[in-house]
C-alpha cells in the first residue's frame, strides 16, 4: 500500500483564488512529521511547511497552510491567494520513526492569470 | 552560503563502469539522505544517515552504496551501474532535533544517465 498518496496528478487554479493540494498518508507509527515540498520547472526542492502527530494546532506558514486531519490520515496543503510563481510541482512527505522519509507522487500546480 | 553542494551536476556513463556522486554540506547538520527521482513515482530514499559512520537504508537501496565518514559528506556509489539507475539524484541534508530529522535542504541535483 502507498504510504502517501497524492490523488491529484495535476490541478489548475485562478490567480488570487485558494487552492487545496491532497494528501493521505498510511502510518501505524505514533509519532511522525508530515511536510510539504515545492519543486519549480528550475528543479530545486524548497521546504514549505512541517507538522508533526502530536501538533495540535494546524501548521501555517505565510501564505500556507497545513490542513492537518489525523483520524483522517489526511495532511492537505492550502495556498492561500496564488500567484503565477505557486505554478509548481508539490510533495507531500512523512518522516516516520526511525528517520526515514516517504514522498508521494506529486501534484502539478499551474496558476493562470 | 548555507548549501548542499553535489558533484557532479550532469553524467552520462556505461553501464557497469564504477561511479561516485560527491555530497557535502557547510550546515553542521547530523542528519543527511540521498534520493533519486523519477516521474510518477515522485522521491525514494535510497540511503541516509543520523551520524557518521551511522548510515540506514531507505526504499531502493539495492544498487547503491554510501559511507559516513565525515560529517559533512555523504558520497552515493555506484558500484556497477545498470540503465534502470537513471535518474535525477537529490542529496539532502538536516538538523536533528530531539533525535528527530525536520526541514531539509536540498543540493541542486544530478542527473545521471546509464547507457
Known amino acids: 500500500a502507498q504510504k502517501i498518496t497524492q490523488t491529484q496528478p495535476g490541478m489548475f487554479v485562478q490567480e488570487k483564488e485558494a487552492v487545496t493540494l491532497d494528501c493521505t498518508y498510511d502510518t501505524s507509527d505514533q509519532s511522525y512529521g508530515l511536510f510539504w515540498y515545492k519543486q519549480p520547472s528550475s528543479g530545486e526542492m524548497i521546504f514549505l511547511i512541517y507538522?508533526?502527530?502530536?501538533?495540535?494546532q494546524n501548521a501555517t506558514e505565510g501564505r500556507y497552510s497545513l490542513n492537518f486531519q489525523k483520524a483522517r490520515k489526511s495532511a492537505n496543503l492550502v495556498i492561500s491567494a496564488s500567484q503565477l510563481g505557486d505554478s509548481a510541482m508539490y510533495f507531500c512527505?512523512?518522516?516516520?520513526?526511525?528517520?526515514?522519509?516517504?514522498f508521494g507522487a506529486g501534484t502539478i500546480l499551474r496558476v493562470k492569470s | 552560503e548555507a548549501q548542499v553542494t553535489q558533484n557532479p551536476r550532469y553524467l552520462i556513463t556505461v553501464t557497469g563502469k564504477k561511479l561516485t556522486v560527491t555530497c557535502s554540506q557547510n550546515m553542521n547538520h547530523e542528519y543527511m539522505s540521498w534520493y533519486r527521482q523519477d516521474p510518477g513515482l515522485g522521491l525514494r530514499q535510497i540511503y541516509y544517515?543520523?551520524?557518521?559512520?551511522?548510515?540506514d537504508k531507505g526504499d531502493v537501496p539495492e544498487g547503491y552504496k554510501v559511507s559516513r565518514k565525515e560529517k559533512r559528506n555523504f558520497p552515493l556509489i555506484l558500484e556497477s551501474p545498470s540503465p534502470n539507475q537513471t535518474s535525477l539524484y537529490f542529496c539532502a541534508s538536516s538538523l536533528l532535533a530531539g533525535g528527530y530529522s525536520y526541514e531539509q535542504y536540498f543540493g541542486p541535483g544530478t542527473r545521471l544517465t546509464v547507457t
Open positions: 544517515s543520523m551520524n557518521v559512520e551511522v548510515t
Open positions: 512527505a512523512m518522516r516516520e520513526e526511525g528517520n526515514k522519509l516517504v
Open positions: 507538522q508533526g502527530s502530536y501538533d495540535e
